[in-house]
DNA sequence: GCATGTTATTTGTATATACAAGTAATGTAC
DNA sequence: GTACATTACTTGTATATACAAATAACATGC
């Protein structure tokens, strides 16, 4: 459905100006999308983030900083994330021994299990993209990759 | 920069991943450059969106309703933003005497200023849009359009 | 080895969001 | 004209976010 009809306006002034409208009203899609595919999962998005990271280096620890780098939303703040994953037992905390300063996360058996979990119902989860054909996601994410510069 | 460098992540295991995840990436670069532009002019991305709305129909009232069926995010919470904007100054309600449920919300002339003081300042938001072509402004919208369905 | 700056994480706080429940006016069936 | 449902908006609340300030460990220059 194209923009105009979704908001209800008859045009833009310019493509610039729709493209950006666009890139709003489409966020709010996507969100509503992906939030309830974790939430029925007992995880946020960005809480399977940090497990997805912390599942990449498994078994070495990673630390807040390198998390925070990887994460895809970078306004989280980790402190509060991880202190989530532990009372949910995904995840532990230690002092890193070399400099203490940092903390080394490492993601728990039970982390991996809920995973796993998360994976099998991924295909749910992208199906809701189908719309556009393989050519055309990676088309549009070419074309993400290149506006922001 | 491609989505694998902005996240450190080497590969995906397909395009639809990839794609969702650089929807969700690019969606917090969008936020980061409008939400300043806003924030310097005193308002947030949702009251322009409402005022926006407003002086489409001024200067005909606007009801509850009819302002989040064209709002950019619908899940805004109408009743508090109007608020805040009669706070500013920027609109006026009254109920609708024709069906006492309903809110006629109607911008003032301090409104109108203050979007004329944003429409100036524009050029400088859309200009970050700019490492898209028009014609790749037009491709990537009309490729959001159809992945929403 | 002490002062000063930098890095890594934590905490505080104001505002925003998601979501559910509440209220009040209107419409509809009988 | 009185129940009952629906519409239109409001309120409450728990959680999340943005952003600034604080703390604590380490690094550097002298």
Known sequence: MRIEDEIHQKHFKDDYRRL??????????????????????????????????????????????????????????????IDKLI????????????????????ITDKGLKKLEQVDEKFPDLFSKLHNLSKEEAVLASNLLDKLRG
């Open 20 to 81: 950006l409208v666009n890139l709003l009203f489409t966020n709010n899609w996507v969100n509503q999308q992906v939030m309830p595919f974790f939430k029925q999962l007992g995880l946020t998005l960005q809480q399977h983030n940090v497990l997805g990271i912390l599942r990449g280096q498994h078994p070495e620890p990673v630390c807040f900083g390198d998390i925070q780098n990887r994460m895809v939303d970078r306004n989280s703040n980790v402190t509060r994330l």
């Open 87 to 106: 009372e949910k037992g995904y995840v532990t905390r230690d002092v890193c021994a070399a400099n203490r300063r940092m903390i080394e996360v490492r």
